[in-house]
């Protein structure tokens, strides 16, 4: 079989990412009028997405009761074989998808969508494919607070994220600019936290929880999974303007207005905010069956907490030291309750300032340092560092090839703990409108780099130009591309969001300090 990295020349499109094994054979499969198939019932999910796609092309899709009788054939790869592999066979008569699970199903229907030819009506090229990930996390975050992102974009986002094989949407959904999960319990969450009011507009936007449902549904019969991000202590203006008895701050708070990093934060010192959001994160589990959340756990400011005599009394009733140690403690105890209900904790590496818990994931984004200091004390990294990874960042500062470049495992001979990474997208100076241009095609540069791992990408130039026919047809599809390169980004079209420097705050309490 041809190496990943060859040219498969016109009669088989470009894929990303690329598959680890492919050999092109000569001929196309077309699928006529009908398309009979049958289908292991892992495959079902699969198979409905496929089905849907020839409807919407006006083919048929019938389904028949034995293997034999079909032209398609989703059938169950052998014991031992991984959810994500997948072995695709097409020849001139047939076409035979192995898996042994839904993700594998998922990730084959992609590629043959991806490989679909339309010169002359649907056909397949005569292709075989093996293949698997590298990574088992391959994310990207979304972030619905700053700008309320509509539940079209983001359905929409699923099927690009899924047609590059990425399996996990970190999804941001509370701030300090809004609240954007409706919560039943706590209804002024929603009342309140979700709106704010800017140069004499109110604007903002929630979703309920039948939405959520929806989207969470949609994603699982992609291969994804959602992970929601409902931020503390920290990043809580929203919530505390909503129920202001839950804060530290005198008087009644709005919703934040203004980017940056808000002084607002929980009261660690009152039992009742414990409860608070151990209710929400009760609703918060029912509503995502994902074993994954995140806390946020960042830029949590503690100026507040050392004017809070609730908050002293905790740091001297539990023997904290201080409020850092007052922070470790508060991610630590919500930490154990999601443990306790068979879930795990998930915070940016600001958890690295203490003595966290090891039932917590560590998601590093300031520094691949970052990354070995976790590591080396025994935590599961998802690796996100901004100089690679931050995709509202300008592409004249981080370009297709510095996403190409990055490597979470930090070429490390025994990087075991790292579960993959995550391209963010934050969202402070960006519109619904804005997103493909910020996405793509540096979002390619990711699901290859991520799923292909660093021993198999091809050579940096290989993949440009690979990239730049993909995007081709990306954009012929309807996705508002941006540039690929520096040299592509004239000082016009830059977005100018956010600069590529990496804040200090807190390095030197992980030891990295200077």
Not at 273 to 278: A, C, G, K, M, R
């Amino acid at each position: 079989m041809s190496s990943v990295g060859s040219d498969h020349g016109p009669a088989c499109p470009d894929l990303i990412p690329q598959p680890r094994r492919l050999q092109v054979g000569a001929g196309r499969f077309v699928p006529g009028k009908t398309l009979t198939f049958w289908a292991a019932p892992e495959a079902d999910p699969a198979a409905r997405l496929l089905g849907d796609w020839l409807a919407a092309r006006g083919i048929g899709w019938q389904r028949v009761d034995q293997p034999d009788a079909a032209r398609l054939r989703l059938v169950a790869a052998p014991a031992g074989t991984a959810s994500e592999a997948y072995r695709l066979a097409i020849q001139a008569d047939s076409i035979v998808v192995g898996a042994a699970a839904a993700p594998g199903f998922s990730h084959a229907v992609q590629t043959l969508l991806a490989l679909a030819l339309d010169d002359a009506g649907v056909a397949w090229p005569v292709v075989t494919i093996e293949d698997a990930p590298h990574f088992e996390w391959r994310g990207l975050l979304l972030d619905s607070c700053r700008t309320f992102i509509s539940k079209a974009a983001i359905l929409r986002l699923l099927d690009q994220m899924a047609a590059l094989k990425l399996n996990r949407l970190h999804w941001h959904l509370t701030d300090d600019q809004g609240w954007r999960l409706e919560i039943k319990r706590y209804p002024k969450l929603t009342e309140i936290g979700a709106w704010r009011v800017r140069d004499g507009v109110r604007e903002g936007g929630f979703y309920t929880q039948a939405d959520i449902r929806e989207i969470v549904a949609f994603a699982a019969a992609r291969g994804i999974a959602i992970m929601p991000e409902i931020e503390m202590p920290g990043h809580a203006t929203a919530a505390l303007a909503a129920y202001p008895d839950l804060g530290c701050g005198p008087g009644q708070l709005s919703v934040g207005t203004a980017w940056g990093i808000y002084p607002n934060n929980y009261n660690a010192g009152d039992d009742r905010v414990f409860t608070f959001l151990e209710d929400v994160l009760h609703e918060v589990m029912e509503l995502f069956p994902f074993p994954y959340i995140h806390l946020g756990a960042d830029e949590c400011l503690k100026d507040q907490w050392k004017a809070s005599s609730e908050c002293q009394r905790r740091i001297a009733a539990e023997k904290l030291g201080d409020e850092h140690g007052l922070q470790t403690y508060f991610i630590n105890r919500i930490a154990e309750f999601l443990h306790r209900h068979g879930r795990t904790a998930v915070g940016w590496d600001e958890v690295l300032e203490g003595p966290i818990t090891k039932h917590i994931v560590v998601q590093c984004w300031r520094d691949e340092a970052v990354i070995k200091v976790a590591l080396a004390r025994g935590y599961r990294i998802i690796a996100a560092p901004r100089r690679h990874c931050y995709f509202d960042i300008a592409v004249s500062q981080v370009d297709l090839t510095d996403v190409y470049a990055f490597d979470p495992s930090m070429g490390l001979a025994d990087a075991t703990g790292v579960i993959g990474g995550e391209a963010t997208l934050w969202t402070e100076h960006i519109a619904e409108s804005e997103m493909d241009h910020m996405l793509f095609p540096r979002l390619f540069a990711l699901a290859e780099t991520l799923w292909a791992g660093p021993a198999a990408k091809e050579a940096t130039d290989r993949f440009v130009q690979r990239a730049r026919r993909v995007t081709a047809r990306w954009r012929s599809a309807g996705v508002n591309a941006g540039p690929m390169l520096r040299d592509d980004a004239p000082a016009e079209t830059m977005k100018g969001r956010k600069d590529l420097h990496v804040p200090p705050a807190g390095l030197d309490q992980i030891g990295l300090g200077g």
